[in-house]
């Protein structure tokens, strides 16, 4: 498993001392914390967009043979109301929500098979674009806890921020691809007619695709910049 603590065999660069290096530390750690909260909300869309909805988790109880009495009193429970409306959808929201994460006009979500087996299609292809952005939060994170430390213009950050581009920029093809491999699976067994075969490329995924580009460069100056610093560092 990866250190946050940085080696003087990566850690190639400048590395800050004193007030600056407090200050920025300081910042680092609340951008660290932030990215933690952020990677929690993703995880926490994806699965309450697709695994749990109205009354699934009664019926799961339901079917592990827990008494009904138990399962009565946990559905009229405080807790279990909030978390119900905090994580769980509508069958009405969860067709809203499809509309906007398919890129699907309503008439072409009403095709699509809602049952808890292809939600769970719809869960695994779903990960695939995601993790590729939790994985760059993860890059960001070490980034972050480097400058904690004082290592801020360093060859490692360089390569960290060149991976955090190509999965900015993988993210981007992967997103739409995913979308439009969930949207046929999910009316594989309809009709011809009622079938979806469309790939939809937005404006947001070209954006991430020029985003992942213009992050490439400015790593790769950085890349240049951190040798440049250690060649000097070494005739001193």
Known sequence: MPSFLPTAETQLGIQLTGRPQQRIARAATLGRWLLYLISALLWLGVIGLWIPQKDFFLSLMTSLQFSPEF?????????????????????????LAMVAFLALTPEQVSWLDTSMVYRLVGFVFTLVPFLLLL??????????????HGYVLTLLNAMRLRSIAGLVAAFGVAFPMSSAVIAFALTINNPPEQQIHS??????????????LFLWLLSWAMVEAARVIEENNSFI
């Open 135 to 148: 994985r760059s939060l993860s890059h960001a994170r070490h980034i972050l806890a480097s400058f904690t």
């Open 71 to 95: 399962i009565q009193s946990l559905s009229t429970s405080p807790i279990y109301l909030a978390l119900e409306s905090t994580f769980t959808l509508s069958q009405e929201d969860f067709m």
């Open 199 to 212: 790939l939809y490329l937005a404006i947001p995924d070209v954006m991430l695709l020029g985003l992942g």
